[in-house]
């Protein structure tokens, strides 16, 4: 069970104010991949992204971190599986009907 609850999110849209819906990104081949911004929030003080690919199934998405230097936000890799579990399961909890 996630550590937060719907009343710990918070929708932002400065990735979509920044970018548009739609954004590129690198794969491990150096190749750009787009991308469709499905969702972007705020828990506990750190931002995230949902990114669904172009083949991706529907109900499948990535997350992200969003780490902004200054002006500049930047989508990293949720290295912490306990993290990522929480994360995905709020925004789950948020997003699909019951």
Not at 41 to 55: D, I, P, R
Request: charged share 30%; hydrophobic share 35%; with cysteine.
């Amino acid at each position: 069970m996630t550590m937060y609850s719907r009343e710990d999110l918070t929708w932002t849209n400065g990735l979509k104010e920044a970018f548009g819906s739609q954004v590129e990104l690198e794969d491990g081949e150096g190749h750009s991949v787009p991308y469709t911004l499905e969702a972007e929030f705020e828990v506990g003080g750190q931002a995230y992204a949902v990114l669904s690919g172009q083949k991706a199934a529907a109900g499948e998405y990535e997350l992200f971190r969003v780490v902004w230097k200054g002006d500049v936000p930047e989508l990293t890799v949720i290295e912490d599986d306990d993290e990522w579990e929480d994360i995905a399961e709020l925004y789950d909890e948020c997003t699909f009907p019951e």
